[in-house]
Structure formats: structure tokens, C-alpha cells
């Protein structure tokens, strides 16, 4: 008899190109997925976290211990929304309400920007500690040894929005090779390369003016992970430096390495014009 085909389990034997076949169908269905909306409403753990009390998970024991009040009324539902007129206390203090918070950094090389334990390594974040009291969290990830534009927020619906796939957040990077690049690896990175995790191509790629030949500025929409490096992998080179200097139509200009900036209401406008 049959197996019911929605217990049936995956074979083990299938090959790369139906696997490869499998994740692209997925990819589709997420994005049929709607763009998120932007509300004035928030989740209380969320406002607790983002005015810099504690982290969300903190937060959520806070709630269900009942220390937390909205407009005098004790709080022990952990989904429970804040409007923007509600008044929140903390152990009978009130917590002011959180302004959202837009941070560009150019990141330097050796910097992890992970969120978390740093077990003692150098992040991304704590360049930024001094640009607000508020709690940011990087829109996207670079790499250690990667450099360039890191965008931090505690606007959850903007870093939803600039990560999903029908969005398709364009970045530039200034991208250096062990070996010569060619004509034909550009035009195979345009047309597309086969890799673990399917078909992907970049939006454009052309030699860097006044550069080497190992030194090419590729933009790409891609988010996944060390989408370039597995590129010029599967074209038998290797990449030795990376750098962001675009992310969503923001530069790098009259900012240095290592350097913050706020955005300004302009750039925050523009992220969130729904393309």
C-alpha cells in the first residue's frame, strides 16, 4: 500500500538537480509571501527590549512574573500589543516609549556582526554602542574579514522588509580575486552558476575602473549565505577581500572605516517606499 504523501519522507538518493528543483519551488512559495506592514502597534516584549530594559527573551519572564503594567493594568499575555498612547510600567516605573533608530556603519575587518554571546570576540555592535540608548539589531550579516555598510535598527518591519525576497535589497560590493577575473567569469556570474542551493546570478558585474584585473564591483540581490565567495568558488577562484559599498541605495560617502552615522528622515523614507 502506498505511503499517505504528506508523511512520506524525503529520499535520501535523490539527486542534486531534483534537490536543487526542491528549494527553488520553496523559495517561490516565500515570495508569494505579503511584504510586512508598518504599524504603530508593538509587541510589549518588544518595547521593553527596544528602550533598552533588557533583551526580548528577558523581557517575556518579566511579563509572565507580572512585574509589567499597560495603562495600570497588569500584563501576563506574552503576544499582548502596545498602542502608541499606552502608558508602560516596569517594577511601578515608566518606561518611555522607544524612538526607532536607523545606524549605518562602515564595519572594518575582524568584527563579527552576530547578535549575542561574543565569547570575547570583536562585534559590530559594540562600534555603535555610543549612537543611542535604544537596543539595534544589523538589518543583514557581513562576514569577519568581510568590511563595508552595516545597517543596524530596532525597526523590525523595515529589516523584514529590506530582507524579503520580493524586495530584493540590491547591494554592491567591491570584491578583490587571487586570479585574474575574465570576461567569461563575468558573463557566467550574469548568466547565472549552479550551486548547492540552486541557480544564482548577479545583477551585474564589471571590472572595477582603474583596478586590476582581480578586481571587480558586483551587484547582486541575492541574501544568501557567502552567496559571492560560493560563486567565484564554483569558478575555481577565491575571494580576498570583500567590501559593501552600497546596501539598499545607501553609500559609503564621508564615512570612514570603523565610523557610524544616523539616517537621515529622507533615507529612512526611502527604505520604506514599498517597490
Known amino acids: 500500500m502506498p505511503r499517505d504523501k504528506k508523511n512520506q519522507k524525503p529520499d535520501k538518493n535523490v539527486s542534486k538537480r531534483d534537490k536543487r528543483k526542491y528549494i527553488e519551488y520553496r523559495q517561490r512559495l516565500k515570495k508569494g509571501d505579503p511584504l510586512p506592514s508598518f504599524s504603530d502597534e508593538v509587541r510589549l516584549n518588544k518595547f521593553i527590549s527596544n528602550a533598552g530594559i533588557c533583551s526580548r527573551r528577558e523581557a517575556d519572564v518579566l511579563i509572565a512574573a507580572g512585574v509589567v503594567m499597560v495603562n495600570n493594568k497588569v500584563i501576563t499575555e506574552l503576544g499582548y500589543k502596545v498602542k502608541p498612547n499606552d502608558e508602560v510600567k516596569y517594577d511601578g516605573e515608566t518606561i518611555k516609549a522607544y524612538n526607532k533608530r ?25 562600534l555603535i554602542q555610543k549612537a543611542c540608548r535604544e537596543m539595534l ?13 552595516l545597517l543596524f535598527t530596532n525597526d523590525t518591519d523595515l529589516s523584514k522588509k529590506l530582507n524579503h525576497p520580493r ?12 586570479k585574474p577575473v575574465t570576461k567569461n567569469h563575468l558573463k557566467q556570474m550574469i548568466d547565472g552558476l549552479d550551486l548547492e542551493d540552486g541557480k544564482t546570478k548577479v545583477l551585474n558585474a564589471t571590472h572595477v575602473k582603474e583596478g586590476s584585473s582581480r578586481e571587480v564591483g558586483i551587484e547582486i540581490s541575492s541574501g544568501k549565505k557567502q552567496v559571492i565567495h560560493r560563486m567565484f568558488e564554483a569558478m575555481g577562484l577565491a575571494v580576498v577581500k570583500l567590501d559593501r559599498v552600497r546596501f539598499s541605495g545607501l553609500t559609503k560617502k564621508d564615512l570612514p572605516r570603523g565610523m557610524y552615522r544616523h539616517l537621515s528622515e529622507n533615507e529612512v523614507s526611502f527604505l520604506k517606499m514599498t517597490k
Do not use: M
Request: aromatic share 12%; charged share 30%.
Open 102 to 126: 536607523y545606524v549605518l556603519l562602515n564595519k572594518p575587518k575582524g568584527f563579527y556582526s552576530t547578535v549575542g554571546e561574543s565569547k570575547g570576540r570583536k562585534t559590530a555592535l559594540s
Open 167 to 178: 524586495f530584493q535589497s540590491k547591494k554592491l560590493y567591491h570584491v578583490e580575486s587571487n
Open 137 to 149: 539589531f544589523p538589518v543583514d550579516k557581513l562576514e569577519k574579514d568581510a568590511t563595508g555598510l
